[in-house]
């Protein structure tokens, strides 16, 4: 059987009774000229192993199969998508596996043991944030791991991760992600290509882990610094980093910068400092 004579997208939802929950945050990618668009910009994925964030009816998870994977762990909440999957469980011959539980509960570092992986989804907003620094946390302990990570967010989540320290969206999300991955966007995407349309523009994501040494500071330090830095972004740091000030001078950190002016080498010798 090939992936061709699979039902169309749609057919799949209408007989597996998998109309999108607003609740859980579904908005279906159905298109697959897309979803493939997607796993090429994503690079060469053949013999990788992959784990899937929310399904759904399976359109990215056709691209991946398509694309040469290995394996692929599909994380599905949702047990109308646990059901409308089960033809393509089927024809992927053990090359899909899907695990009935809640993304923001399954940790791929955790239950793929030593297995290196890449992560890939159509992530719900509402968890996409809290999802992304779990991995990033992870990352941290241990870079190689990871081969890459393509993500759909909403585009503003997009800009605030793509951004640096010229521009408005800079942030935590900007520093704790630059720290630990090369980021770039593969392409935006409009609400009109989405099943319901969402009210806003979406961004892929395309995230490559930085191999780092022993001497980073601690995902958590980084972390606390960063958040303080930007918790009052237009005070300067002697007031938000005030806990911290005895370590400006060794760390090149002029007291009088706000957070926005920051780069993520500051913050980096700041944390290291700290630790020291």
């Not at 007291?255 to 780069?263: D, I, S, T, V």
Request: include cysteine; aromatic fraction near 10%; proline fraction near 7%.
């Amino acid at each position: 059987m090939s992936i061709e004579s699979l039902p169309p997208l749609r057919e799949v939802i209408k007989t597996a009774g998998l109309q999108p929950d607003k609740n859980l945050g579904q908005n279906f990618l159905l298109d697959l000229n897309i979803t493939d668009k997607i796993i090429r910009g994503a690079g060469n994925l053949d013999g990788e192993t992959v784990v899937e964030i929310g399904p759904g009816p399976g359109g990215l998870t056709r691209s991946l199969l398509g694309a040469g994977v290995k394996k692929i762990y599909a994380i599905e909440y949702d047990p109308r998508a646990i059901k409308a999957l089960q033809p393509l469980v089927e024809y992927a011959q053990g090359r899909l596996e899907l695990i009935h539980v809640d993304a923001l509960q399954f940790n791929p570092f955790h239950e793929l043991q030593d297995e290196r992986f890449s992560i890939f989804g159509n992530l719900p907003y509402n968890i996409a944030t809290p999802l992304l620094f779990g991995w990033l946390e992870e990352l941290a302990k241990n870079s190689e791991r990871i081969g890459r990570m393509v993500l759909m967010f909403q585009k503003e989540v997009g800009d605030r991760i793509l951004a640096d320290e010229t521009a408005k969206a800079y942030g935590r999300l900007a520093v704790m992600c630059g720290w630990l991955c090369h980021t770039s966007r593969l392409f935006d995407l409009p609400p009109s290509v989405f099943t319901p349309p969402p009210k806003v523009f979406s961004s892929v994501i395309h995230f490559q882990p930085k191999l780092h040494d022993q001497a980073q500071p601690s995902f958590e330090v980084m972390e606390k610094v960063v958040k303080a830095a930007f918790s009052q972004r237009r005070k300067m740091v002697r007031s938000t980093l005030k806990s911290y000030t005895q370590y400006f001078e060794a760390s090149g950190i002029n007291p009088q910068h706000r957070a926005e002016q920051l780069c993520i080498a500051d913050f980096v010798r700041l944390s290291k400092a700290y630790e020291s």
